[in-house]
Each structure stands twice: as C-alpha cells, then as structure tokens.
C-alpha cells in the first residue's frame, strides 16, 4: 500500500479548482493511505488567520475535508517542505503543486494536471 502526503497547495487546489480530490485519487491503479502532516495543519490555519477572501475559504474548506475524511496526521518539526522531501525519500507519495517543491522531491510524486486529474510523475 503507497502512502500519500498532500501538501498546503494541493489541498488549496480543492476549492481553486474545484477539484474532487478523493475521487481524482481513486483515478489511480494502486491502493494506498492519504496523510497530511501537522506542519500543514498549522500552515492552513495560519492562512485563515491572516489571509481574507478565496484563500481564507480554501483553507477552511481543506480543514473541513482532512477532519471530515479522518485523513491521519503524521508528526513534523521545522520546515514542511524540508519534512516533504525527507518523507519522500522515505518512500512516501508527495501531491504537490509547488514548482520549488517538485524539483526537490524524490521521483516518484504526485502532481494534479489538467484541474482534474491527479498523475505520478516518475
């Protein structure tokens, strides 16, 4: 079973894109366990707090979404894109948007093409 990270920005694509993340998910030929950290936790209520508008709403629709699915939580301490790329050496999936973040993962990752479709870019 293949274990997913989604990122800030791939759960923020949730309401940009009107996305069905999960279904989109399902889309994919192989099982696997969706997690988030808590750096990313912290990082969307920090975006409620202090941002206003599309971004506000986005990130509260993704907290709703990680409390409502049950998505399990894994521990981090420091940078989250640091964290991210150290999961994905481990062997974790990483669905990212991030440009930045994407060329420091380890291949395989997980990127959304299209607003609709998640793939594995390996």
Request: aromatic residues 8%.
């Amino acid at each position: 079973m293949k274990k997913i990270i989604i990122d800030t920005n791939a759960l923020m694509a949730i309401a940009e894109f009107k996305l069905d993340l999960f279904s989109a998910l399902q889309e994919l030929d192989f099982p696997y366990k969706i997690f988030v950290l808590e750096g990313i936790v912290e990082e969307l209520r920090k975006i409620i707090m202090e941002q206003r508008g599309k971004y506000k709403r986005a990130a509260t629709l993704a907290l709703a979404i990680i409390s409502a699915k049950e998505i399990a939580k894994l521990p981090s301490k420091g940078d989250v894109d640091d964290e991210l790329v150290e999961y994905s050496k481990k062997g974790y999936l990483v669905l990212t948007q991030d440009q930045e973040l994407k060329r420091r993962l380890q291949k395989p990752y997980l990127t959304i093409r299209q607003f609709k479709k998640i793939i594995v870019v390996t």
